[in-house]
């Protein structure tokens, strides 16, 4: 679903669940790689968070 396919509450919720779910797999994978250094609880926050809108 792109941004501009939004048309109630619902594909919203959808939306956003998506955005933090693949902001949760970017995240990993940089940690992943050894390219930044974060505490996985970020990233377990954002699948987390993901799973809730969705």
Known sequence: MKKS???NSADLFFYKG???FNAAVV????????ECEID???VMFHFQQSAEKC
């Not at 995240?27 to 050894?34: A, D, K, T, V, Y």
């Open 5 to 7: 396919e939004i048309k």
């Open 18 to 20: 998506r955005v933090d």
């Open 40 to 42: 996985l609880d970020a």
């Open 27 to 34: 995240l990993f994978e940089s940690f992943s790689r050894g």
